[in-house]
């Protein structure tokens, strides 16, 4: 993903801005006038709202953004457009419509939690004089973007007309479009590449309950098809994400903190843009949005996110990950059979890899083809000094595993205890059990429990032995 931060996309961004303002206060006490708290205002602050917060999340990201809207003649407006200059978005493509309030969203927040919001905002559909200002202002400059976005938040800007007509000319020119849709018909997004709807505004507009697998790949595939999408991408929250191709994808949560999910959907749809207009495929897209919504459930207020941000988490997150990797006799016994219910063929292989090398690697990547799930048996400590000598090993078990866990073809890692890994052979009860080519001829140990027994040629030359002997300096 590194390679991301020397992208800078040219991306136009069609859609309702707003500003959001915040007073920014602590509650000490009750006000003696009525039921209410009394917020004592410590700061304030006003940034991007709607819209405008997908292109502060695809600004930090490193994107050139183009902004193109309708707003007020009123001071509201103003503000917003400076806003927008100050922070370096083009606003040549803003259309100003006499008689329109300009959206001004102001939060009251008291130690962390949002005490109340208040709104001043036009809802009603744009003139057409503005649609067609606004299309014409797109059609002379279509050729520059290499991507569209439609941030849609229902206050009047992404009329049904304009709304077709944009698509329609974003596909002449091919140019994806990506839609953050509101609603419940969905039929003007029709022929976009994509949408972003959550799982609410999923169901209601599939007229499906998403309530379980089942559900949630009809309502994805059924958005999908009858609106003639390249992809459809639903968000689930805690749950994670689904995207549908030609197959659902089920993407896994991994936000660790929750503090305030306002603007997630944003930032999946500015990641989400940032990626694929930087070559990425759609499921890297998607996963890469993913992680983004992580970042920002864990800020307060609308947050954006930085590459070098989600390169950290996801850093953090794999670190986990391979933690995770490590069970004990107990819990692999409940994982594998949990994986063997879903199909996943198991393979089992064991060994002490003491000072990781080539030749454990290419054993446990011919291992790992046997099936879908690899998971490896290690020596103990005690274990391997019983087999090796005192000396041995010269890396402690725990490094060993998290070592081990660290490869991408090893699923699991077990730590045993005893000279052999029969009491662990028989809780996985693996399909296949692979061991070294120099046990031809002789009987491995779990034959009995295995249902097949495939046997591993080693890379010559490459061992611990050979490599510990080198670093002494003998020959």
């Not at 507009?205 to 089942?214: E, H, P, Q, T, V």
């Amino acid at each position: 993903m590194i390679h991301l931060k020397n992208k800078n996309p040219k991306i136009l961004v069609v859609g309702d801005l707003m500003i959001d303002y915040y007073l920014w206060g602590k509650c000490e006490r009750i006000s003696p006038e009525a039921p209410v708290q009394v917020v004592d205002i410590q700061s304030e602050s006003t940034t991007l709202g709607g819209a405008g917060n997908v292109m502060n999340n695809l600004l930090s990201l490193g994107a050139s953004v183009y902004a193109c809207s309708a707003v007020g003649d009123d001071d509201i407006g103003i503000e917003l457009k400076d806003i927008l200059n100050n922070s370096k978005i083009d606003t040549t493509m803003l259309v100003v419509q006499n008689g329109r309030k300009t959206s001004k969203k102001s939060r009251v927040i008291a130690s962390h939690q949002q005490v109340i919001r208040f709104d001043k905002e036009s809802k009603d559909d744009i003139s057409k004089e503005s649609e067609e200002k606004i299309l014409d202002l797109i059609k002379k400059n279509i050729a520059i973007f290499d991507i569209v976005l439609l941030s849609d938040y229902k206050k009047g800007v992404l009329t049904e007309n304009l709304t077709k007509e944009i698509i329609k000319l974003s596909r002449e020119n091919n140019k994806d479009v990506l839609v953050d849709p509101k609603g419940d018909d969905y039929s003007k997004y029709k022929d976009a590449t994509i949408i972003t709807p959550n799982k609410k505004e999923a169901s209601i507009a599939s007229k499906i309950d998403i309530k379980d697998k089942k559900s949630l790949q009809e309502a994805g595939e059924k958005l999908k098809n009858s609106l003639a999408l390249k992809a459809c991408l639903i968000t689930l929250s805690e749950d994670g994400m689904a995207l549908f191709e030609d197959k659902m994808t089920k993407i896994d949560a991994t936000a660790k903190e929750v503090y305030d999910v306002t603007g997630a959907g944003d930032t999946v749809l500015a990641t989400l843009g940032f990626a694929i207009s930087a070559g990425k495929s759609m499921i890297e897209a998607a996963r890469m949005a993913n992680s983004a919504a992580a970042v920002v459930v864990g800020k307060l207020g609308s947050a954006t996110v930085t590459i070098d941000e989600i390169i950290e988490y996801e850093g953090a997150l794999h670190h986990c990950e391979i933690n995770e990797k490590i069970k004990t006799f107990e819990k692999i016994e409940k994982t594998v059979e949990e994986k063997k219910k879903n199909g996943k063929k198991i393979v089992f292989t064991n060994g002490c890899f003491d000072i990781l090398h080539r030749g454990h690697v290419e054993y446990l990547k011919l291992s790992k083809k046997e099936g879908d799930i690899l998971v490896v048996g290690l020596n103990s400590d005690a274990s391997v000094r019983r087999l090796k000598g005192e000396s041995r090993p010269v890396v402690c078990e725990d490094d060993r595993a998290y070592i081990l866990s660290a490869l991408s073809i090893v699923d699991f890692v077990v730590i045993f205890e005893e000279d052999t890994p029969y009491e662990l052979i028989k809780k996985v009860k693996p399909d296949v059990l692979t061991k070294g080519a120099d046990y031809e001829g002789k009987t491995v140990v779990g034959s009995d429990i295995a249902k097949e027994v495939k046997l591993i040629k080693f890379v010559d030359g490459k061992s611990t032995t050979q490599t510990i002997q080198k670093i002494k300096g003998v020959e």
